[in-house]
Structure formats: C-alpha cells, structure tokens
C-alpha cells in the first residue's frame, strides 16, 4: 500500500497570508490527524478528522482549519499567518476498525512564514 | 499543562549497548502508550506500543516496559545500532475511546559506533 502522502512538501509564505496544505492517507484508511511540530513542543495536536466529520480539535486558534472529503482525502487551512506559524505541519491516517490504535505519518509539510 | 513527559531531550549511547528512554504521564486514564520514531526530513514511524493490561511488549531489539503505579514508561533498544540514531516519541490515549494521542516533546537518541 502507498504511505501517507502531503502535498507540498515545503512552502514559503508571507505574514497575514493565507495556506493550504493537504493529505492523502493510506488506501481504506478513514481517520486523519494534523499535527504542528515546532523546536523544543513535539507534535501538538491539531484537529482529526473521521468519515468528513471534525471528530477531536486541539488547542488552536480558530485561524487553523480543516476539512475531510468523501475519499478521506484531507486539507488544513491556516488563515492570516503569523510568524509563530512557522513549523512543520504532519498528517497521519489510521484504520480505527481495527484492534490497533496506530498513526502513520506522511513526511510533512515544512511552511516558513516570513 | 504537559501529560506526556520525556524529561531527557538528548541521550548518547555506544554502538552495541543498551538503550533506555523514559516517558512519563500525569492521566491515569491513558491506557495505551505507544513509540514512534523520527529521522530528519521525515515523519515518524511506528515504533512499539503497549496496553495497560500489559507490563511489557517486546518487538525484536525493542521492548517497552509499563509501570502504571509509577506512570511511567521505558523503551529500551538492545544491542543499539548507529541506524538508531533519531529522536524518540512517547505517546499516549486512551484506546476505548476516540481521543487523540498525546506526544512528548521527544528524545533525541544517538548511537556512537
């Protein structure tokens, strides 16, 4: 099975912009997870997404949203970026109809707001 | 308001020795746990993971050791090789119901041939 797949891989952006990033999971997989990733804070917990319904949220901004498609395809926007924006923003899908708990993670997308 | 903590940001260890690193958590309804691991430019992988009715699980080199009275965890590596060399990340949920996991902030482990 093809992995976990994030389109793009790297993007640069200004202050008070706007992105889109997106997220493919693995074949038969209906959970999605975004995740930021900064120096020094691990992975905090964005927003999940299960069968196109927000199903968890973390602590975010209301700036950071997301949305699920039919084929569990998944995007997250980040409105009027600001300079802690800055990190490494990770997906990971997960087949919740089985007895395993596990996330597999894509590669991630490295977004540098300047 | 930290729930999963992983006190040691950098550990060094020689090729062919044990590794140990520990996790620690503050709510006692997490009752699975689970490592990943993260190369550079990469995402993290799945690692090992452990229920709480367990006490130990071993995969291979890995094996992770629970003790919930402490709230603790360890994953040891064993014999370590320099492929190793990544950083570690402890992660918590509870597996009943749909709630997400929640990671340290990682250790960054290095083997020394």
């Known amino acids: 099975k093809a992995g976990v797949t994030q389109t793009p891989r790297y993007l640069i952006k200004t202050r008070g912009q706007q992105v889109t990033l997106s997220c493919s999971p693995i074949s038969g997989h209906r959970s999605v997870s975004w995740y930021q990733q900064t120096p020094g804070q691990g992975l905090q917990f964005l927003f999940e997404y299960f069968s196109e319904t927000q199903r968890n949220k973390g602590n975010f901004p209301g700036r950071f949203s997301g949305r699920q498609f039919s084929n569990s395809r998944s995007e997250m926007n980040v409105s009027t970026l600001e300079l802690g924006d800055s990190a490494l923003y990770l997906c990971a899908s997960s087949d919740t109809s089985g007895s395993s708990y596990e996330q597999y993670f894509g590669p991630g997308t490295r977004l540098t707001v300047t | 308001d930290q729930q999963v903590k992983q006190n040691s940001p950098s550990l060094s260890v020689q090729e062919g020795r044990i590794s140990i690193l520990n996790c620690d958590y503050t709510?006692?309804?997490?009752?699975?746990f689970l490592w990943y691991k993260k190369y550079p430019a990469e995402g993290p992988t799945f690692l090992i993971s452990?229920?709480?009715?367990?006490d130990k699980n071993e995969d291979g080199r890995f094996t992770v050791f629970l003790n919930k009275s402490a709230k603790h965890l360890s994953l040891h590596i064993v014999p370590s090789q320099p492929g190793d060399s990544a950083v570690y990340f402890c992660a918590a949920s509870r597996y009943s119901g749909n709630t997400p996991l929640v990671f340290g902030k990682g250790t960054r482990l290095s083997v020394i041939a």
């Open positions: 452990i229920s709480s009715i367990k």
């Open positions: 709510n006692s309804m997490f009752d699975y």
